[in-house]
């Protein structure tokens, strides 16, 4: 894992450093994190948890992707989201929106983490690959999960450190959303249900690429 120009050491080695063996780290798709990204954030919104989610989207272009998702979820006024990109959006939104700039470590890394009244949860990775020389597919990110409270409190701490008073208003936010809802370990059943929605989404994506097969070889028959 390399380090910005800047010489900041990147977020995640600074989490996983923090959190040692309570997280293992894997390499996924770009894909595969979005996924997991939008199965956390579905959560928040199929249990109707009032709650806070922070997330990274490394670029405006990247955000730009994900935002009707986060207004739609913060339509709900119980609920509220942070989001930190490289660089500015000039589209208004009611999502707090704050930049980093793009020599931040931020600006490589993409990441999810929900703060509620049933459970915490965070979804960390840094891009291993040059996000601009690949296409979304072979996007590749250094990635940790995790639902054990003690390891999302060390990564709001890692991130407020990171943010520092570079960023203003990061660390007020920050600390609002853990004030209003502490690090909690999850109330019974919403890892399973979690953990259901993951596997569902799988199984959507293996039954897409069945189509798409059937479909070649039917055209292959054709020839």
Not at 61 to 73: G, I, S
Not at 85 to 97: F, K, N, Q, R, W
Not at 125 to 137: K, V
Not at 171 to 185: D, E, Q, T
Request: with cysteine.
């Amino acid at each position: 894992m390399d380090e910005q120009g800047s010489g900041t050491q990147p977020v995640l080695r600074s989490f996983i450093e923090a959190v040692g063996d309570r997280v293992t780290p894997t390499t996924v798709s770009k894909p595969t994190l979005t996924e997991l990204c939008h199965a956390l954030e579905d959560l928040v919104v199929t249990e109707d948890l009032a709650g806070t989610v922070i997330a990274g989207f490394q670029h405006a272009r990247f955000w730009a992707t994900e935002r009707d998702r986060y207004e739609a979820m913060t339509a709900d006024p119980r609920r509220r989201a942070v989001v930190f990109t490289a660089d500015e959006d000039e589209v208004a939104t009611s999502v707090s929106h704050l930049v980093v700039g793009a020599d931040h470590p931020l600006a490589r890394e993409w990441f999810v983490l929900a703060l509620n009244e049933a459970f915490s949860a965070v979804l960390f990775g840094r891009e291993l690959t040059r996000s601009g020389e690949a296409l979304d597919g072979q996007r590749l990110f250094l990635a940790a999960w995790s639902f054990d409270p003690l390891v999302v409190d060390d990564l709001l701490a890692v991130l407020s450190s990171a943010l520092g008073a570079e960023v203003p208003g990061a660390r007020s936010l920050l600390a609002a959303a853990r004030g209003a809802h502490p690090p909690r370990h999850a109330a019974p059943g919403v890892s399973q249900r979690f953990t259901h929605a993951v596997v569902e989404r799988l199984e959507d994506t293996i039954q897409r690429v069945q189509a798409v097969e059937a479909e070649l070889r039917e055209l292959q028959e054709l020839r």
